[in-house]
């Protein structure tokens, strides 16, 4: 009995203490993990958002990388870290979607170890081309590839990266046979498809626009359930014969599962502040983002599908993962 009294009151204690740091929260730096390379655009989009976000603060907000195994080195460490505000996570579709279904041993729960705080941009995935595969339009694709199975390679960032489940999602809904050649990331996946050793190939527009701008690749559809404001020209996915296809990569922040709500309401009122200014929107939208701005609530729903959906994705196609 007194045992039991001692744990309820650590707990209270321990309440106690996490709501008087909220109210005083942040009194030094906030630090940010990108679970990517420095370089690309998701460590992009925090440096910009952080910034802005340290000025709003007054506290400096410190954007750290920790690459490995698909994000999940630095998406473990936020989960297991102390739930004060001072340690968050820029998540993404693969830490927070893909991951569950590629690993597992996932060391972290996407929905239990995390509090989230706001999607702060999605960025569409394009269906293109290399200019020698006959086809112009997404049907055409798919014709193509029936007509000859296990002809067209398609490029991927990585077995069990988020581009090769958008391009097993494709295979699986078009009911087409397309051959997997995985690369060591973005760069090389999209320099073999330029080169024709690869055909197709599922890349973000940051990288992939300056290539079929230039009439190197050729783009065929986008894979947001509406036509992106980026290029408007480009049709869907969904449009093109396969409703319900989506496949986007969204940046979000997330915090430690237990973070006091004051903290997280105050995170995500300084976010959409930060999202809303002219010359961070601007930057966002030249990487080839779109800005969301989401509420928690809305943000835990959407991490909610993107687990059940890659998780249904790869039970049904019997996926595996090197």
């Known amino acids: 009995m007194i045992a039991r009294m001692s744990t309820v009151l650590a707990s209270i204690l321990c309440l106690i203490s996490l709501c008087a740091d909220a109210q005083s929260w942040p009194e030094r730096p906030v630090h940010v993990i990108v679970p990517f390379p420095a370089g690309a655009t998701n460590d992009l989009t925090a440096r910009v958002v952080a910034e ?6 007054r ?33 993404s579709g693969s830490t927070h979607g893909g991951n569950a279904a590629v690993y597992p041993n996932l060391p972290y729960d996407p929905l239990r170890d995390f509090a ?6 999605r960025t569409p995935y394009i269906l293109i081309v290399h200019p020698s595969v006959q086809a112009n339009s997404v049907r055409e694709l798919v014709a193509l590839a029936k007509a ?57 527009i940051t990288t992939s626009a300056p290539h079929f701008k230039a009439g190197r690749l050729k783009a065929l559809a986008v894979g947001t359930t509406t036509r992106t404001p980026l290029f408007p020209e480009l049709p869907t996915i969904a449009e093109s014969g396969y409703p319900g296809f989506e496949a986007t990569v969204f940046f979000g922040w997330l915090a430690p599962a237990g973070t006091p709500r004051a903290i997280i309401e105050r995170l995500h009122r300084e976010l959409v502040r930060v999202l809303a200014q002219a010359d961070v929107r601007e930057k966002l ?18 991490i909610e599908d993107e687990v059940a959906r890659w998780q249904k994705l790869a039970r049904d196609r019997g996926l595996k993962f090197d």
Not at 52 to 57: E, F, M, R, T, V
Not at 60 to 87: L, Q
């Open 52 to 57: 802005k976000l340290s000025i709003a603060l």
């Open 59 to 91: 506290q400096p907000v410190v954007v750290e990388n920790r690459a490995g195994a698909g994000g999940s080195i630095g998406a473990d460490a936020v989960a297991k870290a102390a739930p004060d505000g001072y340690t968050l996570l820029q998540g």
């Open 116 to 121: 989230p705080i706001t999607m702060l941009v």
């Open 148 to 204: 000859s199975p296990g002809k067209l390679n398609y490029a991927s960032y990585g077995s069990g990266s988020s581009s090769h489940l958008a391009a097993e999602l494709f295979k699986d809904m078009a009911g087409i046979d397309i051959v997997h050649v995985a690369f060591k990331g973005g760069a090389p996946a999209v320099l073999a498809t330029v080169s024709g050793q690869t055909q197709v190939l599922f890349d973000v």
């Open 285 to 302: 939208i030249a990487m080839g983002n779109e800005i969301v701005g989401n509420s928690p609530e809305q943000f835990a729903l959407q």
